[in-house]
Nanobody
Framework: QVRLVESGGDLVQAGGSLRLSCTAS????????MGWHRRAPGKQRELVAS???????HYADSVKGRFTISRDNAKNTVYLQMNTLNAEDPAVYSC???????????????WGQGTQVTVSS
C-alpha cells in the first residue's frame, strides 16, 4: 500500500504565504515525477506545478513567479511554497506522485486526499 498525505492548507489573507507538504509512504521502491494540482469550486482540476526526480520543474502560467515546487527525495516529500496568494488561488490542493512499488514492474499514479487553501480579501 502507498499513501500520500498533504498538510499545510489554511486560511490566509490575500498577499500572504503558505507552504504545503505532501509525503508518500508505504511499499515504495522509487518515485519519479511529483506534482501539485488544485480544484476550485465549479472549475476543473488544473496542474499547478510538477517536478521530476532530478529537479526539473514546470508551472502553470497563473502561478509562475509566485509558487515554488521542491522535493526531498530522501523523505519522499514534495513541497509547494505559495507566495502572494490572491483571489484566484483558493482551492483544494492535491499532490500526486508516480511511484514504483517494491515487487511491482510498472509505475502507477497515486493521489493524496487534498488540503484546503482559502484566501481572504
Amino acid at each position: 500500500q502507498v499513501r500520500l498525505v498533504e498538510s499545510g492548507g489554511d486560511l490566509v489573507q490575500a498577499g500572504g504565504s503558505l507552504r504545503l507538504s505532501c509525503t508518500a509512504s508505504g511499499n515504495i521502491l522509487s518515485i519519479s515525477d511529483m506534482g501539485w494540482h488544485r480544484r476550485a469550486p465549479g472549475k476543473q482540476r488544473e496542474l499547478v506545478a510538477s517536478i521530476t526526480r532530478g529537479g526539473d520543474t514546470h508551472y502553470a502560467d497563473s502561478v509562475k513567479g509566485r509558487f515554488t515546487i521542491s522535493r526531498d527525495n530522501a523523505k519522499n516529500t514534495v513541497y509547494l511554497q505559495m507566495n502572494t496568494l490572491n483571489a484566484e488561488d483558493p482551492a483544494v490542493y492535491s499532490c500526486n506522485a508516480r511511484i514504483l512499488q517494491l515487487g511491482m514492474y510498472a509505475i502507477s499514479d497515486y493521489w493524496g486526499q487534498g488540503t484546503q487553501v482559502t484566501v481572504s480579501s
